[in-house]
C-alpha cells in the first residue's frame, strides 16, 4: 500500500513536471493571431538541445549530426539546425529539394534511402550527396541510373535477429526491410572500391525511439567492431561511422529523459577500446537524430470544441489525426494538457476529475490524440497542448475526410512569433484537380471565396 502511494506521488510529481514550452499567456496571445489548431515550435529548447548533443560529442573532431528531414521538413527549423553545422538525412527527391533549397550540398548530405526511386538517386547525385545504399543490388542500379559511383559512400547494416539492451528495450532487426547482411556488406565494399570509391561509411537503425543512454554505445560497439573487420578483411579505408536515429524521448511523463552527455560518453568509451586500439582513430562518428532533436520542441495547440457523454466521455477538439497521426497509426501516447486550468500544474493525475477520450473529427474511430485518459475537467472552448509534436507530426499529416493540415508557428528566443508555414486551404486540397475544368472551377471558387472571407 505504501509502495502504491510513493508511486502514485512519483507520478503526481512527474505530471506536473511536465508543462508546454510555452505560458499560458503566451498561448492565449497566439490564439488570437492564428486560428487553432496549429503547431508550435519552441526556438530556445531546439538551440539549446543542439548546443548540448555538439558538447557531448565534441571529443570526436568529425562529428556530424544530420538532421532526419522526414521528422520535420520546414526549412524554417532546419536552417536554425545549420547554425550548429548540422546537414541533412534525406531519403526522398522532394527532401533532397528542400535541402538544395537552403543550400545544403554535397557531403552536408546524407542521403540515406531505401527501395529508392531512379529519380532520386539521379537527384542525390547531382547534388553531391553522400549515398548511403540500403542494398547490394543498389549499387548497380545507381550505376545505372545515376552515374558513377561517388568517392565516398556509405552501406546500411541489419544484423537480423533481435537486439535487446540490459533494459529490455528491443527492435526487431530481422523483420525490417532496411539494410544488408553482414556478407553482403564485404560483397558491397569490395564491389565498392573496385568501382572507385576511396572512403566508406557504415550506418544502421537497431532501435526507434530509445528511452535509455545505453542504445548509441551499444550500437556504437556493433558497428565499430564490424568496421574494424570491414577495414581489415577488404582494406576499404572507413572514414565515418553513421548511428542513424532511434534516440528518444519521453512522451509519458514518468520517463526519465535521455541524457545526451551521457551518450556521447558512452559512445567515446566504445571509441576508444575498440577503434582507437585498430588505428581507426581519425573516423568520423555521424548522427541522423530527427525526434530527438526536434520532437519535443513542438506541440500541437487545438481548442474543444465539443463535448459528448455516451458510453463514454468524449471531448472533441478542432485537430485531428491529419494534423497527427502518431496515436492514431502506433497507439502513440502525447502527453496533453489543459491550458490554464484551475490550478494548473497541481491538478494532477491523481486529482484528475475525469477519464476522457480526446478525440478529432475523423469518421474514424481511431482519430484519438488520447483514450481513457484522466485529465481535469475540460469544459468547451479549453485550449489543450497535445506536447511532442515537433518531430514526426506535422510532417506525418494527410488529408483525409478532406481534412487539410494545420499553420506552424515559431515561438521565437525572444518571445516573439513567426509564421512559418501558413494553414492548407481548400484550394490546395483541390489543385491538383486543376487537369478537369470543373476542377479549374473548384479551385477558382474557393479562391474567390476565401479572397472575400479575408
Ligand atoms: C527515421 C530515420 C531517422 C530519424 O529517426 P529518429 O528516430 O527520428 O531520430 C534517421 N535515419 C533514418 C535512415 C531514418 O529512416
Redesign the pocket.
Same mark, same amino acid.
Given at each position: 500500500m505504501e509502495d502504491h502511494q510513493q508511486n502514485q506521488e512519483d507520478l503526481d510529481r512527474a505530471y506536473a513536471a511536465k508543462q508546454p514550452f510555452a505560458t499560458k499567456e503566451q498561448i492565449e496571445s497566439l490564439v488570437q493571431h492564428y486560428p487553432t489548431p496549429f503547431h508550435l515550435y519552441d526556438e530556445a529548447g531546439i538551440r539549446k538541445n543542439m548546443e548540448a548533443i555538439r558538447d557531448a560529442f565534441a571529443w570526436n573532431p568529425g562529428f556530424k549530426e =544530420?538532421f532526419?528531414v522526414?521528422?520535420n521538413p520546414n526549412p524554417r527549423l532546419i536552417s536554425i539546425l545549420r547554425e550548429y553545422g548540422c546537414g541533412a538525412?534525406c531519403?526522398s527527391d522532394t527532401e533532397l529539394m528542400i535541402a538544395r533549397s537552403l543550400g545544403i550540398t554535397g557531403s552536408d548530405i *546524407?542521403f540515406?534511402?531505401?527501395n529508392t526511386p531512379a529519380a532520386d538517386f539521379a537527384l542525390a547525385s547531382e547534388l553531391g550527396a553522400t549515398i548511403?545504399f540500403d542494398d547490394i543490388t543498389h549499387i548497380d542500379f545507381f550505376e545505372r541510373t545515376a552515374g558513377a559511383v561517388p568517392k565516398t559512400v556509405s552501406c @546500411?547494416f541489419n544484423p537480423g535477429g533481435l537486439f535487446q539492451l540490459a533494459n529490455g528495450i528491443m527492435d526487431n532487426p530481422g523483420d525490417s526491410k =532496411?539494410g544488408m547482411t553482414e556478407e553482403q556488406l564485404f560483397d558491397a565494399y569490395r564491389m565498392l572500391k573496385e568501382k572507385g570509391a576511396e572512403t566508406f561509411g557504415l %550506418?544502421a #537503425?537497431l532501435a526507434?525511439?530509445t528511452v535509455t543512454n545505453e542504445y548509441y554505445p551499444a550500437l556504437a560497439r556493433i558497428l565499430f567492431d564490424l568496421a574494424r573487420r570491414l577495414q581489415e578483411e577488404t582494406g576499404c579505408r572507413v572514414g565515418f561511422i553513421n548511428l542513424? /536515429? /532511434?534516440?528518444?524521448i519521453p512522451y509519458r511523463p514518468e520517463q526519465q529523459a535521455n541524457d545526451i552527455r551521457a551518450i556521447g560518453e558512452g559512445v567515446r568509451r566504445a571509441y576508444e577500446e575498440i577503434l582507437v586500439p585498430a588505428g581507426m582513430d581519425d573516423v568520423a562518428v555521424f548522427?541522423?537524430? /530527427? @525526434? #530527438?532533436? *526536434?520532437?519535443p520542441y513542438g506541440c500541437l495547440v487545438t481548442r474543444a470544441i465539443h463535448t459528448k457523454d455516451i458510453y463514454k466521455h468524449y471531448v472533441g477538439v478542432d485537430a485531428n489525426a491529419c494534423n497527427l497521426i502518431r496515436p492514431a497509426m502506433y497507439g502513440a501516447y502525447h502527453h496533453v494538457t489543459v491550458v490554464g486550468q484551475p490550478g494548473g500544474p497541481d491538478k494532477t493525475h491523481a486529482s484528475a476529475d475525469a477519464v476522457y477520450d480526446i478525440v478529432g473529427n475523423l469518421c474514424e474511430n481511431n482519430d484519438k490524440f488520447a483514450v481513457d485518459r484522466a485529465m481535469p475537467h475540460i469544459d468547451i472552448g479549453d485550449l489543450l497542448v497535445i506536447h511532442d509534436t515537433g518531430? %514526426?507530426g506535422h510532417s506525418m499529416g494527410y488529408n483525409y475526410n478532406g481534412r487539410l493540415r494545420s499553420a506552424e508557428v515559431l515561438l521565437r528566443s525572444d518571445g516573439t512569433d513567426e509564421l512559418i508555414r501558413r494553414a492548407e486551404r481548400p484550394d490546395d486540397y483541390f489543385a491538383t484537380l486543376d487537369v478537369l475544368p470543373e476542377g479549374r472551377a473548384l479551385i477558382n471558387a474557393c479562391r474567390d471565396c476565401g479572397g472575400k472571407d479575408e
Open positions: =544530420y532526419a522526414k521528422a538525412d531519403s *546524407m540515406s534511402s531505401n548511403n @546500411r =532496411y %550506418h #537503425f526507434s525511439n542513424s /536515429g /532511434g534516440v528518444g548522427a541522423e537524430m /530527427g @525526434r #530527438f532533436v *526536434m520532437g518531430a %514526426h
